[in-house]
């Protein structure tokens, strides 16, 4: 990392930091990740799966280092933030904007889902924003490829000397509000898996909270396997009702029958994605 001079600290969690960084003798600005040696089968994942992705809406990754304490991912810098934050800070978002969003969302989806990769842990925190505004998925450390197995990933940790596998089957199915009836009951993850987040995160943009939630896991189970998905109601009162086309793309992406949910192919020609007087 010789050549790589650090700036600011971006954001952090428990297990690590993300710095503003600058290649040496140039102006192009990067992030840097300061990952704990703890989290290096989920490190190796993510470069395994995005090391040749070549996407607009995929966040770029340049390159990895190891240093005695730690694990460093060279990645794209994106100022914007997560996804997650910027719901946070505005509340929601206007359909117009959902529509611009979604449509990063499902260019970025429709890619790695050609070249067999399953996103499998599709959140809000995991989409970051760069400074155009554009969303870009940036997080594959739990994603997976169709011939994937649970397994594999088991192998993964046993390869880095780790012994701390327990739970992996659901570490790799990703957060449960944003997890599909199927997976949740012991399916693999999979390009329908990945549509029903899409309509999670499409439905928490328009209304501030995604359309399953509750304060106990037993419970938020119980909703997303056998209750209908809460209405996309605006958060302010002033914002007009969802549109008869977002209402139906939410009714068919969060459809809890994978055979009879939204296909790739219907997402792409739904007529939510063409823009409106009004919306």
């Known amino acids: 990392m010789e050549n790589i001079n650090l700036y600011e600290e971006m954001g952090r969690n428990y297990t690590s930091i993300v710095y503003k960084g600058r290649r040496m003798g140039t102006l192009n600005y990067v992030a840097l990740k300061c990952i704990d040696k703890s989290k290096r089968p989920e490190v190796t994942n993510h470069v395994r799966l995005s090391q040749n992705l070549d996407h607009p809406n995929i966040v770029e990754f340049y390159e990895w280092y190891e240093t005695r304490k730690h694990l460093w991912l060279v990645v794209e810098l994106c100022t914007g933030g997560s996804l997650e934050s910027v719901i946070v800070r505005d509340g929601c978002f206007p359909e117009n904007v959902v529509r611009m969003f979604g449509l990063d969302l499902v260019k970025g989806l429709e890619y790695i889902h050609k070249l067999g990769i399953i996103f499998s842990d599709l959140t809000p925190a995991k989409i970051l924003l760069d400074n155009n505004g554009m969303l870009k998925l940036g997080n594959f450390c739990h994603s997976k490829t169709?011939?994937?197995?649970?397994?594999d990933f088991?192998?993964?940790y046993e390869e880095a000397g780790s012994r701390k596998y327990d739970n992996v089957k659901k570490?790799?199915?990703g957060s449960p509000i944003y997890t599909a009836p199927?997976?949740?009951q012991g399916s693999e993850t999979t390009v329908s898996s990945d549509l029903w987040a899409l309509g999670c995160i499409l439905q928490c943009m328009y209304t501030g909270k995604p359309p399953f939630m509750s304060k106990t896991y037993k419970k938020l189970l119980e909703h997303i396997l056998h209750?209908?998905?809460?209405l996309p109601i605006p958060r302010e009162s002033s914002t007009p009702p969802p549109s008869q086309d977002f209402q139906n793309l939410l009714k068919g992406l969060l459809n809890k029958k994978p055979n009879k949910r939204i296909n790739s192919s219907e997402l792409q020609k739904h007529p939510f994605w063409t823009l409106k007087d009004g919306n």
């Open 171 to 173: 570490r790799f199915q």
């Open 227 to 230: 209750q209908e998905p809460s």
């Open 182 to 184: 199927e997976v949740l």
């Open 154 to 156: 088991i192998l993964l």
């Open 146 to 151: 169709e011939r994937d197995t649970f397994e």
